[in-house]
């Protein structure tokens, strides 16, 4: 390859890697409050770093609060470590801990991108399983979803590595809402989560002015149980300034 073939190349994949970190969000922390058929039953918090060449960490806690705390005390903490380039998210690594009740989980994904294979060590026992091109893990799909959205998408996927197997997620704006809470009034897109059967389970209302945060998810489980997170506070960073956000219609 000649030099100028050579810098060439560097350019674009350079310039490749700076529109994949300018769709990102900023360093920011975020709370929610957790709820199970109406009734308050936790709080979440999220924080997210990612450094100027592309290394990020990602961490999510969750805890019971209220008078639900005194009978069922649990804890779940994810997180995960990773890059990103011009392919995208790449994690490196993803924990995740239940504590606090009867049954407690610990696992632990380790990415092989150079393989394309991922161990996994659930409760000590560990196995691999093959990944495609643009795997990524439960807690960093949020983050490629938002910045799928920052992208102008309207209707993606992601294959991820979910409880020891390879699940396809896809996300789809199914039009826009403006949403009341705790943390103030937000024009919203509003995003439906299929499952691999194509039934909604996870519906996401996502603030262009907080660059795609979501500000509420409401989970519904075959039973009709519903779970539901609504933003509480979140650091100033991530409020989008002097920036047209994009024209998104309604399907």
Not at 186 to 206: G, P, S, Y
Request: charged share 30%; hydrophobic share 35%.
């Amino acid at each position: 390859m000649s030099k100028y073939n050579a810098a060439l190349l560097y350019f674009i994949l350079s310039a490749g890697a700076m529109r994949c970190l300018a769709a990102l969000p900023p360093d920011f922390t975020a709370t929610h409050r957790i709820e199970y058929n109406g009734l308050r039953t936790g709080i979440a918090e999220v924080s997210w770093e990612i450094d100027r060449d592309g290394t990020y960490e990602y961490e999510s806690s969750s805890w019971n609060t209220g008078l639900i705390s005194l009978f069922r005390n649990k804890r779940r903490q994810e997180s995960s470590l990773g890059s990103i380039g011009p392919d995208g998210i790449r994690p490196r690594v993803y924990r995740y801990q239940l504590t606090g009740g009867r049954q407690e989980r610990h696992a632990e994904l380790i990415f092989d991108w150079k393989n394309k294979l991922v161990e996994n060590r659930v409760d000590g026992t560990p196995w691999e399983m093959q990944i495609p091109h643009g795997t990524v893990d439960k807690l960093s799909v949020q983050i490629a979803m938002m910045q799928e959205l920052g992208e102008g998408k309207t209707d993606f996927r992601f294959p991820v590595a979910d409880g020891g197997k390879l699940k396809t997620y896809r996300f789809k704006v199914i039009g826009r809402e403006t949403i009341d809470g705790q943390a103030g009034r937000f024009d919203t897109i509003k995003v439906q989560r299929l499952r691999e059967d194509n039934r909604a389970d996870t519906i996401l209302w996502c603030a262009p002015s907080l660059s795609y945060l979501p500000v509420r998810i409401l989970r519904r489980e075959e039973d009709e149980d519903e779970y539901r997170s609504d933003l509480e506070s979140y650091s100033e960073s991530l409020v989008v300034h002097g920036k047209t956000t994009r024209a998104w219609n309604e399907p």
